[in-house]
């Protein structure tokens, strides 16, 4: 199904914390320009994986590798420089910076060659996509919840060197118009850039609409791996959501 | 005690003129705190190590014409001494899994301190040095001021805009601010954030070195001058609130005036205690600080 | 083999006794510590053999906050004594032995090395001490420890007043020195005097010394006296308040660092160098002086209690040649004093014929000692601040140019 060498491959990550395995055994593998949903009941590991592919945790076994190289246990500021990047679940914007000057801190952070000037362009132009332009000059601590998590989705595409962006709940308790206006976002960088998305999200309508193939986590495990209908149809899928739900 | 409305004047400019390095120094404890979490007892031994630099550079090497060239160093000195203790002494607070962060840093800059100040004691002796200053005394308004200390609060002064312009207007600065609001983010958005924080404890710590060479012809130099003056950059920080650079520069100017008034026109042998009952005051009104907020980070 | 039989019969007793063994095994333990316990008192209170050297202990303040430049003249000329001592002979065929503590002028760093000295290092003899309070705080444990004291140079009154047989000191009291100053403005005819002093012992007990004599002498001066804290990095409000009083002399009683801050500062305020300024000890003496104050040092008179005019003793002499040779610099009053209080002891000692406190404190009362200066050293049972007490005579010089000396000094005033 998928063509080439992947763009990202996780190997038998494994993370415990005390006596809970948080994480057991997860390989997953991203093709290039790939859409990818992460789904799964709350506590099913998804965000330890992240955190695992990211580097601000370290697995206890397992690797990690980005378009062919090594990057297991690095730290985050590398992983990010080499192109894997992510958002977090609760937006963690700069509060005490400007709008703009959030978008500059992770360009700057790269280094290119354009300096400011290119940054400020590419900013400008993130911020007309995700509609923050009226606000650009405002301090990130005045945004609504929803304003900021496309802040942090943009802030993320002002790395020139983003080929994988993990996105952690982008649409949790957001409004549809800033929904909106986030998934034609990561449309047009996907489509226009080839950059792939892993999207954890529990929003199943989202998830179908932007993600060909989904990997469903269970317990700190790779439940399975398919089309959204092919794995909602699976039992143990079922039974896990199920379960949530009784409880 | 003798009352004038020219010695309130000249009482007042003195204060202030003292604030401006009492607040150089609290600007440096509260600036590494901000970045690095970390409250960093030592700063009154860097505040000694910039004394010690601009005495031997003004006495052995430059003579006092170039005494600003000499602050320059001392500067430069304290902020190299900084950058590259960061790195061995705090840095594994962060970059090792540990269980008492607070507790670690410390017990780490408390040894730090009785390290440097044995250091000195070791190679310049017990004795007092002071870097000799040809400039003149002048006069601000009715009130004659030691040349050096016009020169050590303009200085200052300096230091502080350019402190400013670091932090508003470069990248460093930039990724600093970012760092003060949220460790995590700023390594997630390709920050090598252990690199900023050797870079934020070296700012900190020059501007205490600064104060130190600006300070050393007025209270000289020996081992533990910079006890005092730590003391009182600890003070501004409760006055002003931790982590906050107005509350930093406010602090430091009202603490220097209220010593300054206290003990010309309270009593003199207390000037010490006004500032703590100041420090009481704000506990009591504001224990946060002036400009503290509870719960600064996300 | 007796004592095995009951070896024997006592094993057998325990194995029927059962429970009770592990009483009898525990009172066996004590017993056996107990009389251990009891052989090393005996050991430790066993008089020290001949050729264990008399240590003489030396408190005196080597880092900061201290004034560790008179610190550092207590510890030359204590080892210079000390050398000095052994070179005779010794005292009663034994050698002395010189420990150094650093008090860092700090009152509790000075008990407790009184009492490492006086317990674990066997000192007979203590002194060195420049700080007052340090001095008056060992007293208090000294009097239970019974290890006498000698005051180098430590001005205030309660080193003596309190009349403790151990407390001795030969260093300045407050009254000649006050009266040494007003002795100075009454020749000069001067009418206003601000005295700034530091809030210890020291300064207190000087500034009120000097009021009480302006008022039990008659001298009609005007006084204004101000206080400050020793840790104070900035005189200039306590300047600017001397400025408006307009004085005719000031006295700077501050020790350390706050007197050269006061000479700095009051140049600045421009009370020098019209004012006269005195300094209520000799830190103008040390040869930093120049190097702290350079041009502005110019016109400061301070107390000296030695000038390299005084007559020396022959013993003095002999002191002062050890020192310039040692040092390249003539011996300054701090030193002298400190190797005179280890000179003073080692006679008291052979005096005595013991080391032992009461007897060394006996002999010190009733003997009279040649110290460096001609006047013998005593220490009567006398009245108040007297107790104890051996003042050296005084005087004032005056720097009248960059880089002078005591020597080179022009002697403004003598008693």
């Known amino acids: 199904m998928m063509a080439g060498a992947p763009i990202l491959e996780a190997q038998g990550l494994t993370k415990r914390y005390g006596g809970l395995i948080a994480n057991n055994d997860v390989r997953m593998t991203l093709a290039p320009g790939e859409i990818r949903g992460l789904i799964g009941p709350n506590g099913a590991g998804k965000t330890t994986f992240v955190n695992l592919l990211t580097g601000l945790e370290t697995p206890d076994a397992g690797s990690v590798r980005l378009d062919g190289t090594d990057i297991t246990g690095l730290l985050p500021h590398r992983i990010a420089a080499q192109g894997l990047v992510r958002t977090f679940q609760v937006s963690r914007v700069f509060a005490n910076l400007t709008v703009r000057e959030n978008l500059l801190v992770p360009f700057l952070a790269a280094g290119s060659p354009g300096g400011v000037r290119e940054g400020q362009d590419r900013a400008a132009e993130l911020l007309d996509l995700s509609t923050l332009t009226p606000l650009a000059d405002e301090l990130a601590g005045v945004l609504s919840g929803g304003q900021r998590m496309l802040l942090q989705a943009c802030a993320g595409f002002m790395i020139p060197a983003v080929r994988v962006y993990v996105l952690d709940e982008p649409f949790a308790g957001i409004n549809p118009v800033v929904k909106d206006t986030l998934i034609a976002l990561i449309q047009g960088e996907n489509v226009g850039k080839g950059r792939a998305f892993l999207i954890v999200s529990h929003e199943m309508e989202i998830v179908r609409r932007l993600c060909p193939l989904v990997t469903v986590m269970i317990q700190g495990r790779v439940a399975a791996e398919g089309t959204l209908d092919e794995v909602a149809r699976r039992p143990e899928v079922i039974a896990a959501y199920l379960g949530r739900a009784a409880a | ?298 | 083999m007796d004592s095995l039989d009951t070896h024997a019969s006592t094993t057998a007793e325990w194995r029927s006794l059962g429970t009770q063994r592990e009483d009898h095994v525990m009172q066996r333990r004590e017993l056996f510590g107990g009389v251990l316990a009891a052989a090393l008192i005996a050991l430790g209170s066993l008089p020290a053999k001949a050729q264990d050297p008399i240590v003489f202990g030396v408190i005196t303040p080597l880092s900061p906050p201290g004034e560790t430049g008179l610190g550092q003249l207590a510890k030359r000329g204590a080892e210079i004594g000390v050398e000095y001592i052994n070179e005779q002979g010794g005292i009663l065929g034994r050698k002395v032995q010189l420990s150094i503590q650093d008090s860092a002028g700090k009152n509790e760093q000075a008990v407790a090395a009184y009492r490492r000295l006086v317990s674990s290092e066997k000192a007979v003899a203590v002194f060195g001490f420049i700080h007052s309070g340090a001095n008056i705080a060992v007293n208090e444990v000294a009097k239970e420890m019974g290890v006498p004291t000698m005051g180098t140079q430590t001005g205030a009154t309660d080193v003596t007043a309190k009349h403790y047989d151990i407390a001795f000191r030969t260093h300045a009291v407050d009254p000649p020195r006050a009266g040494t100053w007003l002795g100075w403005i009454k020749k000069n005819n001067w009418k206003r005097v601000s005295i700034i002093a530091e809030t210890t012992d020291y300064g207190i007990g000087l500034a009120k010394e000097t009021e009480k004599q302006n008022k039990e002498k008659n001298l009609g001066l005007e006084i204004q006296t101000i206080m400050f804290d020793r840790t104070t990095t900035d005189l200039l409000p306590q300047l600017l308040q001397v400025k408006a009083f307009k004085p005719d002399a000031i006295v700077n009683i501050g020790v350390g660092q706050p007197l050269d801050l006061m000479i700095t500062q009051a140049h600045t305020v421009g009370l020098l160098p019209a004012t006269p300024m005195v300094t209520s000890y000799d830190a103008p003496a040390r040869p930093q002086f120049w190097q702290l104050h350079g041009e502005k040092g110019v016109g400061v008179s301070f107390v000296a209690f030695y000038s390299p005019k005084s007559e020396l003793s022959d013993l003095g002499k002999e002191f002062a040649k050890r020192y310039q040779a040692k040092f390249s610099e003539p011996p300054v009053y701090a030193a002298l004093n400190s190797f005179a209080n280890a000179i003073v002891f080692a006679e008291a000692i052979k005096k005595a014929g013991t080391t032992e406190p009461k007897a060394m404190i006996k002999a010190l009362e009733e003997g009279s000692f040649g110290g460096w200066s001609t006047v013998p050293v005593t220490f009567p049972r006398a009245e108040g601040v007297l107790w104890h007490n051996w003042s050296p005579p005084m005087m004032i010089l005056r720097y009248t140019a960059k880089d002078q000396t005591p020597a080179t000094a022009e002697a403004a005033y003598a008693q």
Request: net charge positive.
């Open chain 2, 1 to 298: 005690m003798i009352f004038s409305t020219e010695l309130l004047i000249q009482t007042v400019i003195s204060g202030l003129m003292v604030g401006v390095l009492y607040a150089l120094m609290a600007l440096g404890i509260t600036f590494i705190y901000s970045i690095v979490k970390t409250i960093n007892w030592a700063m009154g031994e860097f505040y000694m190590i910039g004394s010690y630099i601009q005495f031997v550079a003004v006495h052995f090497l430059l003579g006092p014409r170039w005494w600003w060239l000499a602050a320059l160093i001392s500067m430069a000195g304290t902020f190299l001494i900084g950058l590259l203790l960061e790195p061995i002494l705090i840095k594994p607070m962060y970059s090792r899994p540990m269980q008492r962060r607070d507790d670690y840093a410390t017990v780490v800059t408390i040894a730090l301190l009785l390290l440097l100040r044995s250091l000195a004691v070791a190679l310049g002796g017990p004795y007092q040095y002071r870097p000799e200053s040809d400039l003149s005394v002048i006069w601000i308004g009715p009130l004659p001021q030691e040349g050096a200390r016009v020169a050590a609060s303009v200085c200052a002064l300096l230091a502080l805009a350019a402190f400013w312009i670091v932090i508003k207007k470069t990248w460093i600065g930039l990724a600093l601010r970012a760092a003060a609001q949220n460790r995590i983010a700023v390594q997630t958005s390709g920050v090598d954030v252990y690199r900023l924080d050797a870079v934020a404890f070296a700012i900190g710590v020059a501007l205490a070195g600064l104060a130190g060479a600006l300070l050393a012809p007025l209270f000289m130099v020996f081992p533990t001058n910079g006890a005092v003056t730590s003391v009182k950059g600890f003070e501004i920080i409760v006055i002003g609130g931790l982590g906050s650079i107005p509350g930093a520069l406010i602090g430091g100017l009202l603490l220097g005036l209220v010593e300054s008034l206290g003990a010309a026109f309270i009593s003199s042998p207390y000037q010490n205690v006004y500032g703590f009952l100041l420090v009481i005051l704000i506990l009591i009104v504001k224990p946060n600080g002036l400009f503290g907020e509870r719960g600064r980070e996300a």
